[in-house]
């Protein structure tokens, strides 16, 4: 499989990802010390809706477009605000009411970090990384690069501040996907044992993605929490229905804070029987 997340961009996935993803950054924004993102596999940056890939599968409307038709209750309106935020952002120009992009990780992350915040977005995939180069050209404090995301654990660990989130996102084309993921974590707890890492999995292989929690689970003395949230029971024509995010040295009110947008994103993105939301920590 030839992956361009252009065709799931603004999914149920990316939603759950992208929601987490914004509540751990404005965490670490609490302290004053600056931190360093690094985002492994950043994809293109942002994500044209109208475009021939979203167009041909729509996933975004089934995901992001609603949570946004919805009047949230005021608790989880505050948490799912800044990560909102991020995406009016992109289309504070629209002159319809309908979105017109959606931002990548990378995007959603450069606009909640402070000015002297630092972001290194790595992609190898040719085309969409120089639309990543386009997109964060002469943005401060910024750093495109064109590495293979395993390569990229290896020369970017640690970072000089010492302070950071690492948000690994693979595309998952190999068959052993999860076993090179897993070799990838481990390379980058021992680099950087301190940092927050944030890790994306799809939940096709039930079996491969408990062998992955139970890896880190095993390793000493790490805490983490690991969250799935599913649409669906799984059948013919949906595709994913189940996603997983494990974070590791997450922020103390992470966990509370998904219990409150966890079960309504598991309403709101709901396909039928089986939607639901999980949420297991080990401290």
């Not at 608790?75 to 800044?82: T, Y």
Request: charged share 25%.
């Amino acid at each position: 499989m030839n992956y361009r997340h252009a065709y799931h961009a603004g999914n149920f996935a990316d939603v759950f990802k992208h929601a987490v993803l914004a509540r751990i950054l404005t965490y670490m924004k609490l302290k004053p010390q600056p931190f360093r993102v690094i985002d492994t596999h950043a994809g293109a940056g942002r994500y044209d809706l109208t475009g021939v890939e979203a167009g041909k599968t729509g996933e975004w409307r089934d995901g992001i477009a609603r949570v946004l038709a919805v009047n949230h209750d005021n608790q989880v309106a505050s948490l799912l605000a800044p990560y909102l935020d991020a995406v009016a952002a992109v289309n504070a120009d629209r002159q319809s009411g309908e979105l017109t992009f959606y931002p990548g990780s990378p995007v959603i992350a450069r606009h909640l970090m402070r000015y002297d915040d630092y972001l290194v977005a790595n992609e190898c995939h040719p085309e969409d990384a120089e639309l990543l180069s386009a997109e964060f050209r002469n943005v401060h404090a910024t750093k495109i690069l064109k590495l293979d995301g395993w390569q990229a654990i290896k020369s970017l660990l640690p970072p000089k501040e010492r302070r950071g989130l690492v948000l690994i996102d693979p595309p998952f084309e190999k068959a052993n996907e999860f076993q090179i993921l897993a070799d990838g974590l481990m390379e980058g707890l021992r680099r950087f044992e301190t940092g927050t890492f944030l890790i994306w999995y799809p939940i096709k292989d039930m079996a491969a993605a408990n062998r992955l929690v139970a890896m880190v689970h095993d390793r000493p003395r790490t805490k983490y929490l690991d969250t799935r949230l599913a649409i669906s029971d799984p059948f013919p024509g949906l595709g994913l229905t189940h996603t997983g995010l494990l974070v590791i040295n997450p922020p103390f009110t992470l966990r509370a804070e998904l219990e409150v947008i966890g079960p309504a994103l598991a309403e709101i993105l709901a396909e039928g029987t089986g939607a639901g939301f999980h949420l297991e920590t080990h401290d």
